[in-house]
């Protein structure tokens, strides 16, 4: 799906919004509970430091500032202990806070990185298909934007949760001091929650259209930073800004229009603590002057209110936050949903030093529903021989290829590799028997070294002899730092043809038992390609080598060539007998060698 094509999921309901925020959030926690406990347990002792501090604080009115302002006793001996009991409920405070911050920002940063990486995972377990109907940009808008905001929640929730449990002790204490005052501070809590919720669920689909908006932008801006060449080059850089701008334009709407609605709400909000704490002075007036509460009494439960502006703010903070955060983790569980998935079996790899036999028996394949690219294919390879795919444009070579390397499962029909079909093998050992190299060679802003080992720990003498077979071994020693040099984003300091040489060494290192070229010398010289496919015949390595070709010298060079055309396989045979039985095989191969003609004519 791209980022344009969006779920038409019917929108939740206030229910399903805090019920699915706090579903979301409480899945989170289920998995790092140690962060979450030290965290609510930092907020607590925070919160309970809050609480001691207003009782303090009523204590040192009632038992030092009035018997000093009003019937002139002395400070002496009261101040030291006021002063020691003021002091040590802010370090009580000071510590509650440094254990709930810690504790919270590993909360979250590590159940983020938790989901990047499982989506990463999940999306390397998913097929090609998927991939196709998916957009780089929006996928990298989900692993980053989204994954970001689907975890925000976690950094106030913690402190949210002792923050709820400050106000529950709040009302029980001003409800103790005095049943009507503790009334009127529940129902504003009840009221300012109330206002807090229905903001969350009034923003919830306007904030769904914001991170898809924002998937859209990254859509563009990847594909404007992917194909600067092309922009550059066809001067496309205006018309390619203003497609941006409109994009993100949009972005900047949706993210006023939700930011407006939320600042509305907030600003309603943050002035009912005021309100509430003018209507519990009015109250406890009434109720002081009636006997019912001391001065004291009073002050302490002004200070309360006064320290609880922040936790209740907090708290509808979070309200919103869980809105949001469901909204964008939306998009997240699509791709985690996602069931695409390439299903594998228990078979492992023989490396057992020889080349490996590939059939295909009736292959049928279509990259969608309604169309095949591959009917009925029947292929036989035998190990250890170099066999040529060849046929004119669109006639299924490519394809072929692919699924020789199970990169794309066919339709209809099996692929077998010694007999073993190649589903049968567990996830990532089919790599071991068999490597694949495309025409277009990814490669990764390492070292040359780097991207030809992968990351894998593998003797130097195989690499070198890896760089020999591919051709590439002199120009990797012309360079600064030889096989230590940095070659860039994609390769981007080398050429079309180096950047192929490396990734065929790449695959030849792995030591394959086949060994499947997609055009994958196109880029190099005739001259060096033959060299290199006639070291790979005399190489000691086991491979089966299949070779989709266009060069009629190539082509030659191979022990088989499997002729298709329109999807289907004509002829399997040697050169010679193809040339002396396919008029189709002959004038394709006339076609190739008028096009090399033409090449070698100046001009």
Partial sequence: MSGSEQTQNKPPGLKGVLGGGLHLTWGFVRRRPWSFGLAVGGAIVFVSAIVASAI??????????????????SIEGNLLPAILLIVGVSLWKAVGITIRRAAAGWLQYGTRADARKRLIDHQLRLDLAWHDRRSTGDLLSVSEVDTNQGTFVLAPFPYATGSAMLLIGTIVLVGVTDLFLGLTMLIGLVVTVGIDIHGAFRTFEPFVAVQEERGVVSEIAHES?????????????AEETERFARSANRLRDKIVYVNGMWVGYRAIVE????????MILIVGTYRLSAGAVTAGDLVTIA??????????????????????SLAAWQRVQAVLDSDSLVEHGAAVA??????????????TFGY???TSVLTDVNVDIFGGKVVAVVGPTGSGKSTLALLL????????????????DLRDFARSELAGEVAFVAQ???LFDDTIEGNITLGVDMPRADVLEAARLAGVERFINELDYGYDTKIGERGTSLSGGQRQRVALARALVRHPRVLVLDDATSAVDPSVEIEILKGLRRSELPSTVVIVAYRRSSISLADEVVFMEDGRVVAQGTHSDLMATQPGYVRLLSAYEDDATEGDVPG
């Fill in 56 to 73: 303090v604080v009523g204590r040192v009115t009632d038992s030092l500032i009035i018997p000093v302002l009003k019937d002139g006793e």
């Fill in 225 to 237: 930073i992917d194909g600067a060449l092309t922009v550059k080059a066809l001067g496309r850089g």
């Fill in 271 to 278: 002035s009912l603590p005021s309100v509430l704490t003018v």
């Fill in 303 to 324: 200070y309360l209110l006064s320290l609880m502006t922040m936790p209740i703010s907090l708290l509808g903070f979070v309200i919103w936050e869980m809105a949001h």
């Fill in 350 to 363: 023989t490396r057992d030093g020889r080349g490996g036999a590939v059939d295909s028996s009736g292959v």
């Fill in 368 to 370: 969608t529903d309604a």
């Fill in 405 to 420: 390397s199970r990169l794309w499962d066919p339709s209809a029909g099996t692929i077998t590799l010694d007999g073993r």
């Fill in 440 to 442: 277009e060679s990814f």
